[in-house]
């Protein structure tokens, strides 16, 4: 049975929803409806996908319900006026604890992607971490600048702190890949949006979850690497 979606918030204009983990955005052929068709079947409204998470990355996404408001967020998305940030586990020694990580991205082997030297068209994501309760386990708090394809993945595997779960990026096998978009910021029609969700599966998400909202919530008030 599909589950019933999740409404963060319901503007005239659009619908942030909250994306669980293990679900493709979009319809995976044979294996199902996807996470954005969902959506509308169940919303009854047509809408407008205008940025989208990978399949095993849960929280925050935004779905326009009118065609103005999907070419808005497509310009705001390129001009970089909504911040995001995401929260993600590692159980691995990271070779900084904060920077920014900068490379452009090319595809590699078994639908991976990798960082290269080079900064032509670059992924630029900015990172601090916090330890967590369970000992070796750290929460990275990550900012991307830009929005390339596996891109918060590879730069965690780029300083040898694969995400938690992610198998693909050489990470530990957990219960799911702790990777979460977890707070958007933006103005819309001079209306301030401001939006948390915290995760809702993991067990080391949920075992640390008030020091996890603790953190989130003094996202912005961080001095973020340049």
Same mark, same amino acid.
């Given at each position: +049975?599909? %589950? ?9 204009? =659009?619908?942030?929803? !909250?994306?669980?983990? *293990? ?5 995976? $052929? ?6 954005? *068709?969902?959506? +509308? *079947? ?6 407008? @996908?205008?940025?989208?998470? !990978? ?7 935004? +779905? &326009?319900?009118?065609? %103005? ?8 998305? &390129? ?8 929260? &993600? ?9 904060? $920077?920014?990580?900068? $490379? ?17 068209? @670059?992924?630029?994501?900015? =990172? ?8 070796? #386990? ?17 730069? +965690?595997?780029?300083?040898? &702190?694969?995400?938690?779960?992610? %198998?693909?990026?050489?990470? #530990? *096998? ?11 910021? =933006?103005?819309?029609?001079?209306? /301030? ?6 995760? /809702?599966?993991?067990?080391? =998400? ?7 909202? #603790?953190?989130? %919530? ?9």
């Amino acid at each position: +049975m599909t %589950e019933l979606i999740n409404i963060v918030l319901e503007h005239p204009d =659009f619908l942030v929803v !909250d994306k669980p983990a *293990n679900v493709n955005f979009h319809d995976e $052929g044979d294996l199902g409806q996807g996470f954005f *068709n969902q959506c +509308m *079947n169940q919303y009854g409204h047509t809408l407008y @996908p205008v940025h989208r998470l !990978d399949k095993v990355t849960s929280g925050l996404v935004i +779905m &326009a319900k009118t065609l %103005e408001a999907a070419q808005w967020f497509q310009l705001a998305f &390129a001009d970089k006026q909504i911040i995001k940030f995401y929260i &993600a586990v590692t159980d691995q020694k990271p070779k900084k604890k904060q $920077g920014t990580i900068k $490379g452009d991205m090319a595809k590699a082997r078994r639908g991976q992607w990798k960082l290269l030297k080079t900064k032509v068209s @670059p992924a630029v994501t900015r =990172f601090h971490t916090v330890p967590l309760t369970q000992p070796g #386990s750290r929460l990275f708090l990550l900012k991307p600048e830009t929005g390339k394809t596996h891109q918060l993945r590879v730069a +965690m595997k780029s300083i040898s &702190a694969p995400i938690l779960g992610d %198998e693909l990026y050489s990470g #530990s *096998n957990s219960d799911r890949v702790y990777l979460h978009a977890t707070r958007l910021v =933006f103005n819309y029609k001079d209306q /301030n949006i401001d939006l948390i969700r915290l995760p /809702n599966s993991g067990q080391v =998400f949920l075992e640390d979850q008030l020091k996890i909202e #603790s953190v989130v %919530e003094q996202l912005l008030e961080l001095n973020w690497p340049s």
